[in-house]
């Protein structure tokens, strides 16, 4: 029954599969978790994604070639992440991104193997911005290690830090905890004390975590969750006599939670690695040209999010890396696509990023970010684009990627 | 047609005690033997890699289970975290320097040993309160995975593989990897075809249809309770470690979560309890059928087929898996095991199908 | 002191809003004997139509019945469709077949309804009540309340001459046919109650972390509280979880910064085992006499 089975499924697989092909068409892989932890994110940070490939390709593509999406869901499950991942890679793709931990995990070792490019924008491991030891992975933004440290300077250019007291509301899980190697290295320079108050996944319900913190009395709060455990942090920390204007949260932090804590949530500050809103010269083109041509992937009310924009940046880098990429004249491949995103210096996405150049050992193409708040409407950028504490920053990155090289 | 006979007839106790009573399914089943082991040879790197492989390892992980709510009757909603233990103590014991084949052992008998304390549970209770029971303990399990960097492997909770052979064949290349698991699925196999045959097995048997009633007839409910948990973690850790080392080969806790379990016990009744054509063809459903759904679901989307939202295309396979799992508990409980088996007995009378099979 | 008292009445008041979950549970279990582990997906999916309902531009007041309205129905319907088919089939099969509703409703409602969260605006104020140092948490506070209230409600019902009958059947199912009770409605309308259970539920839960398919998480703390407090008791549902809630912050509270991970699933895990290993059927739940 095994081979049956086999090539019954072989046989339906490659019917159902069999969509038309470009001739010079280059491929992306958004193999994205549209049904599982990453809900929160994924429907409007893909929907830029592909926008912005629509985009690319009405205004005649890269030097002519267009790119295609190759769009699934891997429901966050590494099995699935490597299947999709496998057929993905026969059907030419050569840029991947999984917007999943777990799912670039699992294929980290093979895609470098394959020799493919890994985008782990706001995900994955943070090390990987080694590009000595990750050749072909690209965390492309601000790790969670750098967004603590611009946070932890922002708070510091406000109202100064020593002898203040910061607490770190996090989720348990690994993601929850990774800035804390950050804090700890900031709190001796700084002259801060910090405390960590961990709440459990997936973060409905945090109230033991608050009354703790109340008691604390922290000048700074730093929360650090996805998805609704956001909401009810910013809420919670409220609730618990915090002031929004010292909550500071990660990157996860955007229009849809701002809906669901309300008005209160005016004053909250976030990390942010592009510009949200629309009025940017890209965002307006898609408007024109996308959305308003029809071709738009999604809901049009999301077209500016800070997820969507995110999004948007992604393949905005990945886009300038396959056109320099190109230059050299060879058809692009994994190979060709990583000297492209080396050549990347000083690109700005016309402003929807801070400027950000790659190298052959700086894979998080120097790690500047910005804080905004919410001013009950939109996000406001409330510093400049910075690069905060680089050298610590640089100093975490190579010694966590010591030990992945060492096996671990 | 192919069995040749129309109904079973044996003339000797020795005849009706056979593994295959019937010579056609043991050819069938020495084909597919040889089909498997050669599929390196005929079967595409990506079909290997990421259907036929992972397939082959849940498959001896369904069997694992299946041993223990199929045969011993019962439930147990924390398999996840018994593989998962062998996972992590395999990887441990292989850095600590213990020889690869020793450590697949030696994992497996740390999950043996951890997974009887998960069934110290059922000596008290069964049925509802050991599903929750069991629940409880996988919770258990993954909040100490997580929460010990040293088992999870540091700040990133990846613990990748260490290099190894099996018997000086290095466990690298995928067809090596690939025959590995399937070595292990195919002892797990024979091991579970045979034990129904063995006193422990027909102990087991008793224990799953009245406890007190095998207590009167000489069966010892706590030993043949924990010896199950016992037989069933050793297998499921040594197939954690399987799966560690010949699929994800980097390690991370979502990889044994809760919802892996439920897939597990999908696996276990969508097959068919206690069956072993049932483990593989349930582990086949359940494992791939999402998979494949995606695929037609965006192949039909690529073709314009269905002009609906990504979002609603994406939750699409969802919605039909569950769809299907509904779908099999209603109209046949008896999961593919007896679709097969209805099949095969049809077969095996034909064309005389008044007669008896 | 101040800090233990907090820690005790936001606990209790949590435990409560777990218990809107789990009276859902057992409403069904006790009428139908059939564990309902898609309770959670079932809040879920009330918490979408109560958003669904105000998206239409209802007052809450409205939005609420209404939304009760239609989960009573869902809840029939899935009883008459599901689970009218498995009676008399092992209990595994039941648990599963409730897993499947839960994984074909985790599939069916954010893809139509859309998977990023919903807000749920109840009008309840932000500020919490302050007692000397103590804050409690208003929408906890009218969980708590709403759960009591429910709670009362299901006491209640089951005096009512439909009750009654309720009672009979999740008594002994024969019996109940031989005096001429419907024991497939009295299941039916079990179902029905469960859904206007998770509908508060889901409002309440949807209003504080925003309506996703994260819901449905809310079962396992839920199912907790209905081992402690007994899977056939409707008073063990305040019991069990007001304990649950209790255990799972003051000892967080006290532990967490300790330890640096949330220790709260753990204390959740340990009340499941230590009950089933000490008292199975809980503190109030009725002991099965197994027969032979």
């Known amino acids: 029954m095994t081979w049956m089975r086999k090539l019954a499924l072989t046989t339906a697989l490659v019917a159902g599969l069999s969509a038309p092909v470009a001739a010079e068409d280059i491929k992306f892989g958004l193999l994205q978790d549209f049904t599982a932890v990453y809900t929160f994110v994924t429907g409007q940070y893909n929907q830029g994604q592909q926008d912005y490939l629509a985009l690319l390709n009405a205004e005649g593509g890269i030097d002519g070639n267009t790119v295609t999406a190759i769009v699934r869901d891997t429901g966050n499950q590494p099995q699935r992440g490597i299947e999709a991942y496998n057929r993905a890679k026969e059907e030419g793709a050569i840029l991947f991104d999984f917007l999943s931990t777990p799912v670039s995990a699992a294929v980290l070792d093979q895609i470098q193997a394959d020799k493919n490019i890994l985008i782990t924008p706001a995900h994955g491991r943070g090390d990987a911005s080694d590009g000595t030891v990750f050749p072909y992975v690209f965390p492309m933004m601000p790790t969670y290690w750098a967004q603590a440290a611009t946070l932890i300077d922002h708070m510091k250019s406000t109202d100064g830090l020593d002898g203040k007291k910061i607490a770190f509301v996090h989720i348990d899980s690994p993601f929850g905890r990774e800035p804390l190697p950050i804090l700890e290295a900031l709190a001796a320079e700084e002259g801060f004390e910090y405390q960590a108050f961990p709440y459990a996944s997936p973060g409905n319900e945090q109230s033991a975590a608050w009354s703790e913190v109340r008691r604390y009395r922290p000048d700074y709060v730093m929360i650090w969750g996805a998805g609704g455990g956001q909401a009810v942090s910013v809420r919670t920390a409220i609730q618990n006599g915090v002031r929004p204007e010292q909550i500071h949260s990660v990157i996860w932090l955007a229009e849809t939670d701002a809906a669901n804590v309300g008005p209160a949530m005016k004053g909250v500050k976030r990390f942010e690695a592009t510009a949200s809103g629309t009025e940017h010269p890209i965002l307006q083109r898609i408007q024109q040209q996308v959305i308003d041509a029809g071709k738009g992937s999604g809901d049009q009310a999301n077209v500016g999010n800070s997820y969507y924009n995110l999004g948007v940046a992604t393949m905005a880098i990945a886009a300038e890396a396959a056109r320099l990429g190109l230059e050299g004249g060879q058809p692009l491949t994994g190979e060709t696509l990583k000297a492209g995103f080396e050549k990347i210096a000083g690109y700005d996405a016309e402003g929807l990023l801070p400027a950000v150049t790659y190298t052959a050992e700086d894979h998080q193409g120097g790690g500047a970010g910005r804080v905004s708040e919410w001013d009950g409407e939109k996000w406001v950028p409330v510093s400049d684009w910075t690069v905060a504490y680089p050298d610590l920053i640089r100093r975490v990155i190579e010694e966590s990627a010591t030990k992945y090289k060492e096996g671990n | 047609m192919f069995y040749r006979l129309s109904g079973t007839y044996h003339t000797s106790y020795a005849a009706d005690r056979k593994l295959w009573k019937i010579p056609a399914d043991r050819w069938m089943v020495i084909l597919l033997l040889i089909l498997a082991v050669l599929a390196p040879l005929y079967v595409s790197p990506l079909y290997l890699g990421s259907y036929v492989l992972p397939w082959v390892i849940w498959s001896a992980a369904a069997l694992s289970l299946t041993l223990l709510m199929g045969l011993a009757g019962q439930l147990h909603f924390g398999f996840a975290a018994v593989m998962a233990i062998g996972a992590y103590a395999s990887i441990h014991l292989v850095r600590f320097g213990v020889p690869f084949e020793l450590a697949l052992l030696l994992s497996g008998l740390i999950a043996a040993a951890i997974g009887t304390v998960f069934g110290g549970a059922a000596l008290r209770v069964k049925g509802l309160y050991l599903v929750m029971a069991t629940l409880a303990m996988q919770y258990l399990v993954d909040w100490v995975v997580v929460n010990v960097p040293a088992i999870s492997g540091g700040a990133h909770a990846t613990l990748r593989t260490p290099e190894v052979s099996f018997l000086f064949v290095p466990v690298e290349s995928l067809a090596a990897r690939y025959w590995l698991a399937l070595g292990w699925a195919v002892v797990l196999t024979v091991f579970f075809m045979n034990v129904k045959r063995t006193s422990f097995g027909r102990a087991l048997v008793a224990i799953r249809d009245k406890d007190f009633a095998a207590a009167v007839i000489g069966v010892d409910p706590f030993r043949t309770k924990l010896m199950a948990f016992a037989t069933s973690s050793f297998m499921g850790g040594v197939t954690g470690a399987i799966l560690a080392y010949c699929f994800y080969r980097a390690v991370t806790p979502e990889q044994f979560g809760f919802n892996v379990s439920i897939q597990l016990v999908a696996m276990v009744l969508v097959g068919g309890l206690g069956s072993v054509i049932g483990s593989w063809l349930g582990a086949g459903f359940v494992l791939l059928m999402p998979i494949f759904l995606t695929n037609v679901v965006s192949g039909l989307a690529a073709g314009g087929w269905v002009p609906v939202s990504q979002n609603f295309l994406s939750h699409l396979p969802l919605m039909i898996y569950g769809a299907m799992i509904i779908g099999f508990l209603l109209l046949e409980p008896l999961g593919l095991a007896k679709i097969y088996d209805n099949i095969r007995k049809y077969f095996l009378v034909w064309p005389f199908r008044h007669a008896r099979s | ?292």
């Open chain 3, 1 to 292: 002191m101040a800090y233990f008292l907090e820690l005790l009445i936001s606990g209790a008041l949590t435990g409560l809003m777990y218990s809107l979950v789990a009276l859902g549970f057992v409403l069904i279990y006790k009428s139908a004997g059939v564990p309902n582990l898609a309770q959670g997906a079932l809040v879920m999916t009330a918490g979408y139509s109560v958003w669904m309902v105000m998206a239409w531009g209802l007052p809450v007041w409205i939005a609420i019945p209404l939304a009760a309205a239609i989960m009573f129905g869902f809840g029939l319907i899935v009883e008459r469709l599901l689970l009218r088919r498995m009676v008399g089939q092992p209990v595994i099969m039941v648990v599963m077949l409730t897993l499947g509703l839960e994984i074909l409703l985790r599939g069916l409602v954010p893809g139509i309804l859309g998977s990023t969260p919903k807000p749920i605006d109840l009008g309840i104020d932000f500020a919490p009540i302050i007692i000397g140092d103590v804050f409690i948490n208003r929408t906890s506070l009218y969980g708590g309340i709403a759960a009591l209230a429910l709670v009362g409600a299901s006491l209640l019902f089951f005096r009512t001459r439909l009750g009654t009958k309720l009672r009979a059947v999740s008594d002994d199912h024969v019996s109940s046919w031989a005096v001429g009770i419907s024991v497939e409605r009295a299941i039916g309308i079990s179902w029905g109650l469960a859904g206007i259970a998770a509908v508060v539920a889901g409002a309440l839960w949807g209003s504080s972390q925003g309506v996703d398919w994260t819901l449905s998480m809310l079962l396992f703390p839920a199912v907790a509280v209905v081992i402690l407090g007994g899977v056939d008791s409707i008073p063990g549902v305040v019991v069990g979880g007001i304990l649950v809630g209790v255990l799972g912050t003051v000892i967080p509270g006290y532990l967490d910064s300790f330890v640096g991970g949330s220790t709260r699933d753990v204390v959740t895990s340990l009340i499941i085992l230590l009950t089933i290993m000490v008292r199975p059927f809980g503190i109030f739940g009725r002991e099965d006499i197994e027969r032979i």
